[in-house]
C-alpha cells in the first residue's frame, strides 16, 4: 500500500490484521466471558487469546513471564482499537465499500492463486473475518487523519532550528542512480551481456529476465550513497562512467550488470534544497506526538474496565 504516515503500525496496520472482534452474536447461546469493554463496545476472552495467539512469531518459544508481558501490552494496544473505533462512530466516520475492496485487491496483488486464502486460513480467519478487519483498519486510518492529524503544525521558524542546529545532516553524499540486472549464473550473465551490447533496451531486459525484486521497475535502483548497497555495487557504480554497462559482478546475490544513468556529486544543502525534507521529517514528528495526546484524551473521557483476574486465571 502507499506509504502514509503511519498511525503507528503495531498499533493499528499490523493489529488490525489480527484480531476478530467483530461478529454476530447467537442470542440463544450463553454469552462468552468478556475480558473487556470500551463504553459499549466488548472483547471478549476468547476473541482476545486468538489474536494474541495468532501475534506471536511462529515457532519461537516463550517463557511464562514473557508471555505475560507480552499479552499486557497486546492488551494496551487492544483497549487502544476500541477506543479509535468508537470515536469513529462518535464522529459518524464511514468506509465505502469501494474503499474495502480497492484495498482488498491491493493486498492480493503479492500473493498468487490459493496462497492468500491459505494466509488466511493459517490464521484462523475466514474472508469475511479478514474483510471486517481491513474495514475496521481502514476506519481507524481515516478517523485518526480526520481528528488526530490535523493539529500536527510544522512553521517556517521549526524548519529554520532544525536546519541550522543539524545542517550536517542535510549535507548529501555523492550518490548515484543506477539500473541492476541480477541472475542467477555467469552463462545467463553473458548471453544478457550480449544483448545489451547488441542495443536492447536496459530496462526491457531486466524486466524480462532479472530476478531481482526491482525488476518491475526495469532494475531502477534510484538514488544511494556509498555504503547503502554490498560492497559490490558500490565498488562498480561510483567508477563507472554515465551510461556506460558494466562488466558481469559477482555478488553473494548472484551475478549483476549495472547502468550507470546519473550521477550527483556531494554538496551542502541550502535551506531552500533542504526544507521539504526536514518539514516531512518534523511533520511525522508532530503526528506522532499529537496521535498520542489524542489516544490520551479518548483513555480519559472513555469508561474501560478490564477483567484482569479473568486474564490471569486464563492462563497457564
Partial sequence: MNPLPTIKTACLVGFFLLLVLAGCEDKSTVHPPVLFKVDNRMVTLEQFQKAFRNSLPAGKNF?????????????????????????????????????????????????????????????????????????????????????????AVVSDADVLAEF?????????????????????TEAEGDRLLGLLRSGEPFAEVARKYSLSPDSEEGGDLGFFAKGEMPQEFDDTVFSLPVGRISDLVKSPYGFHIFLVEEKRQAKSLSLQEASGEIRTRLLRRAEEEVYQQWLQELRARAAININMALLAESNP
Fill in 63 to 151: 517463557t511464562a513471564e514473557e508471555i505475560d508481558d507480552l499479552q499486557r501490552a497486546y492488551l494496551v494496544q487492544a483497549i487502544d482499537r476500541e477506543l479509535i473505533l468508537a470515536e469513529a462512530d462518535r464522529l459518524g466516520v464511514a468506509v465505502s465499500t469501494a474503499e474495502i475492496e480497492a484495498a482488498l485487491a491491493e493486498a492480493r496483488r503479492d500473493y498468487e492463486g490459493e496462497e492468500f486464502n491459505k494466509r488466511l486460513e493459517e490464521r484462523g480467519l475466514t474472508l469475511d473475518e479478514w474483510r471486517r478487519e481491513l474495514r475496521d483498519g481502514l476506519l481507524m486510518e481515516k478517523v485518526v487523519r480526520l481528528a488526530a492529524y490535523p493539529r
Fill in 164 to 184: 541550522e542546529n543539524n545542517q550536517a545532516e542535510y549535507d548529501r553524499p555523492e550518490q548515484v542512480r543506477a539500473r541492476q540486472i541480477l541472475v542467477e
